[in-house]
């Protein structure tokens, strides 16, 4: 299976398109996107939504929104951005990464190590000392990811993202490059 990377284009209804759906898929939706109460939670995402935020500038340092592509074919997404709000790491130089196997027949096939991989060396080579995730703390399986590629818990944000009925803490791991 041949990886490559390319550019998020959020002028293509097509990515765009694809973004909604992986975004959407119920499998999904709660572990990726963070939802502050039910009425929150029930909205679809929809092409439009990616094509808007997708073009807002981003505050903070270096970024990018890659789509994954496996044998040609988009896959998943895979993003970083330095310096941003989000981040409750305030040294500089601290990069928040995201990433989604949006096909999730291939996932735990050790797709999301080797994006991880290069999201990290990507990072990295923009400057980046350290990067800082969010899990939800229902998300075993991205915790168990993470933690065994040698991110580490280091502070969890209380009652932060809606789910199955009630608020989730927000589970914060960081990593040095
Ligand atoms: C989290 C995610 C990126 C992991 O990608 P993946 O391609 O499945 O991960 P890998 O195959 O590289 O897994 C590597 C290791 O992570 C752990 N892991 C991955 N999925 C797991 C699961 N369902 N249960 C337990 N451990 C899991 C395992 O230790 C695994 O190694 P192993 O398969 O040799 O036991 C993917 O599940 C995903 O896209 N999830 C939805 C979005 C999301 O949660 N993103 C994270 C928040 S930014």
Not at 1 to 18: H, V
């Amino acid at each position: 299976m041949t990886i490559t990377y390319r550019d998020m284009d959020y002028q293509s209804p097509a990515d765009c398109a694809l973004l909604a759906d992986w975004y959407n898929a119920p499998s999904t939706k709660h572990l990726y996107s963070r939802f502050t109460n039910a009425e929150d939670f029930a909205r679809s995402f929809t092409p439009a939504y990616f094509k808007r935020v997708g073009e807002a500038p981003k505050p903070g340092g270096p970024s990018r929104d890659l789509m994954v592509l496996s044998n040609g074919t988009p896959i998943g997404q895979a993003k970083f951005e330095t310096d941003t709000p989000k981040l409750i790491t305030k040294a500089a130089n601290t990069a928040w990464i995201a990433l989604i196997v949006g096909d999730h027949r291939l996932r735990r096939s050790g797709m999301g190590t080797r994006i991880t991989k290069h999201l990290e060396q990507q990072a990295a080579k923009s400057g980046a000392q350290r990067i800082e995730i969010g899990v939800f703390e229902y998300n075993h399986r991205a915790l168990s990811f993470f933690t065994g590629l040698g991110y580490e818990e280091f502070k969890r944000l209380p009652d932060r993202a809606w789910w199955d009925d009630r608020l989730w803490h927000d589970v914060r791991l960081r990593k040095t490059l």
